[in-house]
């Protein structure tokens, strides 16, 4: 099984989250495109989040310095990002979990957005955080993959619960939710094992 983490937004809990379903799965983990930070990357914060043996995270496709929206990232770096030449890594683990970057119409170039990398095999996952003005763009999030026939599976909550914000995004999108992420004082290998298994379920029944 192929998961796509996406999220309504920046900063939304999108590695968090991908770190659980990395954990709960012992899936192989994969960022496409990584923007700034290259010493604590995405991928070396779920990489320390992790307690599983089995789980190999990924080299990017694109490392790049700055952080700031792909496309400028990439111009600044003097490359040129191509979705074509993105090639997913090879694995012989039966589930991988692929990272998006920021929202799914972040730019990746003039043409193509983080939208462009989801493949017809993938399922995506989309991961809601509340703040105001968090339901009209979950609800863009979900309308905008439905209208690229891209399969959503589920979604996540991240944040302390908001019951009406939650019950009207899954009257009107018809997701399951996958689990819920609280505000938690900190996150380590400790903290996402023990959500991982709260997730577990609701995941393999994925597959």
């Given amino acids: ?99 998006g970057a920021g929202g799914i119409y972040v730019p990746v170039n003039a043409t193509q957005t983080i939208a462009d990398l989801i493949q017809p095999d993938y399922k995506v996952i989309v991961v809601s955080r509340h703040y105001l003005g968090s339901i009209n763009h979950t609800l863009l999030t979900v309308e905008a993959l439905k209208n690229r026939g891209v399969v959503i599976v589920g979604i996540i909550f991240n944040g302390d619960e908001n019951p009406a914000t939650e019950q009207v995004i899954l009257s009107m999108t018809g997701l399951n939710v996958i689990g819920r992420i609280n505000n938690e004082p900190y996150f380590d290998a400790n903290v996402v094992a023990a959500y991982a298994d709260d997730f577990r379920e609701a995941l393999l029944a994925l597959q």
Avoid: C
């Fill in 1 to 99: 099984m192929k998961l796509f983490i996406t999220g309504i937004g920046t900063d939304v809990g999108k590695t968090i989250a991908s770190a659980i379903v990395t954990q709960a799965l012992e899936a192989d983990y994969w960022k496409p495109i990584q923007a700034g930070d290259l010493d604590n990357s995405d991928s070396h914060k779920v990489k320390r989040y992790l307690s599983n043996p089995v789980t190999k995270v990924h080299a990017n496709a694109y490392a790049l310095h700055t952080p700031a929206s792909p496309h400028l990232a990439a111009a600044i770096d003097g490359v040129a990002i191509s979705v074509q030449d993105i090639k997913e890594p090879a694995t012989e683990n039966p589930h991988l979990v692929i990272e």
